[in-house]
């Protein structure tokens, strides 16, 4: 199984019948190994160039449609620049997205966990969207805690990002809550809203890859940050659900 083994016996016993079987499927292993191990650079190279390409021509719409919209144009003219504009960030986000998930799922990306305080993630989550919440007229409010778990804060922050962007994406009125409490064995931090809920029959269908809800299709979005979010938190060893009442809001808990 090292990769030390060979046969030393050529005869017609069990024995020699056994170290060549056994010898045929190290050898059939390691060249399975070998191919999966040359897909993964094949995809590591793809993701690489679809990254790498696709940067400047996004950014290059994003410049001239905003030098675009600081022009003075007709109302009809303005009004495609800026669906051109938000059509392009859409597209922005998008691929970031597909290329953090490859990298995950391919391994590219690994996942470096360790024990600490959930408080600076807290805080550090808040910060980025406080202002996005007050824009829409939300509060965006956070419970101290003095939880302790063992997790990549770049990337659980990211997790935890995507899942307080769709809360304020999906409340129209009142708060969105983040605490965290420490049990006997694990963490838990809940992401609470006052939202429009998720039906029943919906809350196992939205974690999956660009799933979106028939009642949330005029809203922006492209059905990926709560994959991203789960396939963050499952490679760390944690796991995802939801809580939710129609007309009542959600709490989503890591």
Known sequence: MTGSFSETNFDESQLSALETKFAHYLSAAEASSRNVAQEKDKIKTLIADISHQT??????????????????????????????????????????SLVKLSRLE???????????????????????????ASEKGLSLQMQDTDAFAVFDFKWTAEALANIVDNAIKYTEHGTITISAVSYEMFARIDISDTGSGIPENEQAKIFARFYRSNSVQKQEGVGIGLYL??????????????????????????
């Open 106 to 132: 391919n391994g590219i990306i690994s996942l470096a966990p360790q024990q600490a305080a959930l408080q600076p993630l807290l805080e550090n989550v808040v910060e980025q969207y406080t202002a996005k």
């Open 55 to 96: 940067k400047t021509p996004i950014a290059n719409l994003l410049l001239y449609s905003e030098l675009l919209m600081e022009e003075t144009l007709p109302a009809s003219a303005k009004a495609n620049v800026e669906a051109l504009y938000k059509q392009a960030e859409k597209l922005r986000f998008l691929i970031d």
């Open 229 to 254: 979010a789960r396939q963050i938190i499952s490679g760390e060893g944690g796991y995802i659900k939801v809580a939710s009442v129609p007309g009542k809001g959600s709490t989503f808990s890591i």
